[in-house]
């Protein structure tokens, strides 16, 4: 169970609802909090996501009861669907496999659903309701009009050949086809699905509707539907978010050490953007250990043995000179100004965080969902390192997903220019709103509690303008 409470919020402040009734934010939130757990057992992921906005919002009702009315955080923190189902194929022994399917439409108050389709063993209905509750905020923040949800399977690619791949795909959609659409939900990829699973599962929805329905998937290939920038976008996203943030601070991301975990989409692209801005990549990781390369990152490199050759890191260790592989070792020991954490959730925990404090990290930006555990969160602050969260600083990638959106409905192709700088302004619109809310919130600096607000607020106007739906 993740704890509420919190050392500047610990005042028993009140007030009064308009209808009359007094109520106090402290116990009102874990009360809220308290009915989460209750409801939804057994999905520590998704309790940690809802714990991180609640914390936030207790500045929210100190100033404004409204939203305390109406149940809209209950509402909230509710999907308005949750879709589980039997997803059977064939693997190339002719033996039948069974993976379970998970589709999670949290809110579409602001749009149609939209959320990327996760393919790893440890997918579950809590992790997939953790995406998804993050996703409505992330959306809301990117003022792009598209709602929140998230879904994925068990299933895992790693070791499969593109025949199981495909029949997986092919039956997963065969599912799913019934609950999307353009106007209605629009998954795009995640970890472990990424262009050729994206190209199965929109074959298999235009074979079953017999209609080339191009914005009902995003990360589409470029040839048929596709957006430039996407498959960079959430890398590129993050690294122009910390430019910001650094900024702000009167830094400059130029010859400055990063540190990013991860080797795939996400950290490649955060590498590619952070090295051609002036800094030095200094470490990158897969599930096996991290490189340790002082002198930077040879990206094409990188690009051949991660994209084309689908190898792991220690393969680039073995083909360069002047680098370390350091077996199942902790890449947050290595020395750094920049940490973009770019694998998975809760890969950077309490003691790495103090780790990182100690050897002189002064910023640290998730470019995964929720990789920073609330104790590494909590030695942030404690130690004054500037800490941006996944759902501002990771926004990149959906928003670059709702322009492919924008495309395919106008019947037009952007260029790579073109596209990149939206993205870039989207970037630094989120970074905007997220420190004004932050300010005037009185928690200047505070990304968490700016970004939570910020996105939350958009959502749930919209949600008292339409009503108890």
Request: aromatic content about 10%; hydrophobic content about 35%; proline content about 3%.
């Given at each position: ?5 919190n ?40 309790h ?18 409204t ?13 308005e ?89 092919q ?39 017999g ?17 430039l ?48 801005l ?93 990789p ?7 030695v ?41 700088k ?48």
């Open positions: 169970m993740h704890s509420l409470n050392s500047t919020t610990q005042q028993q402040l009140s007030f009064v609802l308009r209808k009359g009734t007094p109520v106090n934010v402290d116990q009102t939130v874990k009360e809220y909090y308290d009915q989460i757990l209750q409801r939804n057992a057994g999905e520590p992921e998704f940690q996501a809802v714990a991180e906005v609640l914390q936030s919002l207790k500045y929210v009702l100190r100033k404004d009861s939203y305390a009315e109406y149940g809209l955080i209950e509402r909230m923190c509710e999907p669907r949750q879709i589980i189902f039997r997803v059977p194929w064939i693997d190339d022994q002719g033996q039948v496999r069974v993976n379970r399917g998970f589709r999670v439409q949290f809110n579409s108050v602001l749009g149609p659903y939209k959320g990327g389709l996760r393919f790893h063993p440890s997918v579950n209905l809590g992790i997939i309701k953790f995406l998804g509750f993050e996703q409505i905020f992330k959306n809301s923040l990117t003022g792009l009009p598209i709602g929140g949800g998230k879904g994925g399977s068990d299933f895992d690619p790693k070791g499969k050949s593109d025949r199981e791949i495909m029949a997986f795909c039956s997963f959609m065969t599912e799913l086809q019934r609950h999307i659409g353009d106007k209605v939900d629009v998954p795009a990829g995640d970890i472990g699905v990424g262009a050729r699973e994206i190209g199965y599962l929109f074959g298999q929805y235009r074979r079953i509707n209609r080339h329905e191009n914005g009902v998937l995003t990360g589409k290939g470029l040839n048929w539907g596709g957006s920038v996407r498959r960079e976008a959430t890398g590129y996203g993050c690294v122009y978010f910390t430019q910001e943030m650094m900024a702000a601070e009167g830094k400059r991301l130029d010859d400055t050490r990063v540190i990013v975990s991860g080797s795939g989409n996400v950290a490649i692209y955060a590498i590619e953007k952070a090295q051609e002036g800094a030095t990549v200094v470490a990158f990781s897969d599930s096996s250990g991290y490189v340790y390369c002082p002198e930077g990152v040879n990206l094409e490199l990188l690009h051949e043995i991660k994209e084309v050759k689908r190898g792991r890191v220690s393969d680039y260790a073995k083909a360069i000179d002047h680098v370390e592989f350091h077996e199942n070792g902790n890449i947050w020991e290595v020395e750094a100004e920049v940490a973009l954490p770019c694998a998975t959730q809760n890969e950077l925990d309490g003691e790495s965080a103090k780790i990182l404090a100690d050897n002189g990290c002064e910023f640290v930006a998730e470019g995964a969902n929720m920073c555990t609330p104790e590494a969160i909590e942030f602050r404690k130690r004054k390192i500037h800490f941006a969260p996944g759902k501002a600083a990771n926004a990149g990638g959906v928003a670059t997903s709702a322009l492919e959106m924008q495309q395919n409905a106008s019947r037009d192709s952007w260029s790579f220019e073109y596209t990149d939206r993205l870039r302004n989207i970037m630094r619109n989120v970074f905007k709103v997220t420190a004004r809310t932050a300010e005037e919130f009185e928690q200047p600096g505070n990304y968490v509690a700016g970004a939570n607000i910020a996105g939350f607020r958009k959502v749930a106007d919209a949600m008292l303008a339409q009503g108890v739906i």
